[in-house]
Nanobody, 122 residues
Framework: QVQLVESGGGLVQAGGSLRLSCAAS????????MGWFRQAPGKEREFVAA????????YYADSVKGRFTISRDNAKNTVYLQMNSLKPEDTAVYYC???????????????WGQGTQVTVSS
C-alpha cells in the first residue's frame, strides 16, 4: 500500500508558476513510477506527466511540454511538478499517482492522492 498526499496548489495569475509536491508513505517509494494527472471542471481526468522509478525517464502531455517539469527525490519520498508559464486552461485538480511501470494511462496506476486545486486567473 502507498499513501500519497499532494500539496502546493493555489491561485496564481496567468504566466505565473507553482510547484506541486506529492509525499509518499508506505511501500518503497523508489520502486514506483509516478505520474501527475489533472481534471478540469466538466472534463475527464487527463495525463500531465510521468517519471520512471529512477527519475531517468520523463514523459509529458503535449499541452504542458516545455512549461512543466516532473522530478523526484527518492530520499525524501517526494515527487514534484514544477509548473511555469501557467495558463487559465491549466486550471484543474491535480492528482499524483503511483504504479510499478511508467505510463500515461491512468487505469494502470494503482495508488492515487486526494488531489490539490490549481486555479489560474486570466
Amino acid at each position: 500500500q502507498v499513501q500519497l498526499v499532494e500539496s502546493g496548489g493555489g491561485l496564481v495569475q496567468a504566466g505565473g508558476s507553482l510547484r506541486l509536491s506529492c509525499a509518499a508513505s508506505g511501500r518503497t517509494f523508489s520502486s514506483y513510477a509516478m505520474g501527475w494527472f489533472r481534471q478540469a471542471p466538466g472534463k475527464e481526468r487527463e495525463f500531465v506527466a510521468a517519471i520512471s522509478w529512477s527519475g531517468g525517464s520523463t514523459y509529458y502531455a503535449d499541452s504542458v511540454k516545455g512549461r512543466f517539469t516532473i522530478s523526484r527525490d527518492n530520499a525524501k519520498n517526494t515527487v514534484y511538478l514544477q509548473m511555469n508559464s501557467l495558463k487559465p486552461e491549466d486550471t484543474a485538480v491535480y492528482y499524483c499517482a503511483a504504479d510499478p511501470n511508467t505510463s500515461n494511462e491512468q487505469y494502470e496506476y494503482d495508488y492515487w492522492g486526494q488531489g490539490t486545486q490549481v486555479t489560474v486567473s486570466s
